[in-house]
């Protein structure tokens, strides 16, 4: 399978913990995307890279949350002191980031329940 | 302010009909307009998509209808069937502007009745 691919699938914390999610794009995709889906709303950009840099950070993504994607291939997305309000799916997508129209392909999400 | 708004919020089908979702969106600067279809538990995937200088798209039995005039889009589904019940984004993008980060509408649940 080359799609996009994230772990954990699944997270449950207690408020308070840092956690981290992994995002491994399709090979060859330089722009990768961080969204967040609340349950029954559609997802939110939260922030993006080209290749190793981060160029856009969402108002969304406050002080407690960091993203790097230190080699330009897989990236992670860390929660300091998670708050109940983190609870959703956080979704990460990858596109070619050149030429044409960019059409961004979603991976499966981590679900991220904090208690 | 919700830059691309969706309707209805929910929907239910019988069987082989059409179920129509609307969208409008307010940024003219928008190039791209991509609908994603996801299953409970998945990410979304991307359905089918439409430029501004088109007024129709047809992929299957999914078809994107435009006016760029009014600022509209919808999709159809043509012969719809149970396996098509899932939640339906609509969205926006610049998709060749530096920020190209994707405006979804909020999703429309669809329930086709066998």
């Known amino acids: 399978d080359t799609g996009v691919s994230q772990n954990p699938r699944h997270k449950i914390t207690k408020r308070g913990q840092n956690v981290t999610f992994r995002c491994d794009p399709i090979s060859e995709h330089n722009r990768l995307y961080w969204y967040r889906q609340t349950l029954g709303q559609g997802p939110e950009f939260l922030t993006y890279?080209?290749?190793?840099?981060?160029?856009?950070k969402s108002r969304l993504l406050s002080d407690r949350f960091s993203a790097e994607r230190p080699k330009g291939s897989f990236s992670t997305l860390e929660i300091q002191r998670t708050e109940q309000g983190d609870s959703a799916m956080y979704l990460c997508?990858?596109?070619?980031?050149?030429?044409?129209?960019?059409?961004?392909?979603f991976g499966p999400g981590t679900r991220l329940l904090v208690l | 302010q919700q830059q691309v708004k969706q309707s209805p919020q929910s929907l239910i089908v019988q069987k082989g009909g059409i179920p129509i979702i609307n969208c409008a969106y307010e940024n003219t600067a928008f190039d791209y307009f991509p609908w994603y279809q996801q299953f409970p538990g998945k990410g979304p995937a991307l359905l089918i998509a439409?430029?501004?200088?088109?007024s129709e798209k047809k992929e299957g039995r999914f078809t994107i209808s435009f006016n760029k005039s009014a600022k509209q889009f919808s999709l159809h589904i043509m012969d719809s069937q149970p396996g098509d019940s899932a939640t339906y984004f609509c969205?926006?993008?610049?998709?060749?502007?530096?920020?190209?980060?994707?405006?979804f509408g909020k999703g429309t649940r669809l329930h086709i009745l066998p």
């Open positions: 969205a926006a993008s610049r998709s060749m502007n530096r920020d190209d980060k994707i405006i």
């Open positions: 890279f080209q290749n190793e840099a981060q160029l856009e």
């Open positions: 439409i430029r501004p200088d088109v």
């Open positions: 997508a990858s596109s070619p980031g050149q030429g044409g129209i960019r059409t961004q392909y």
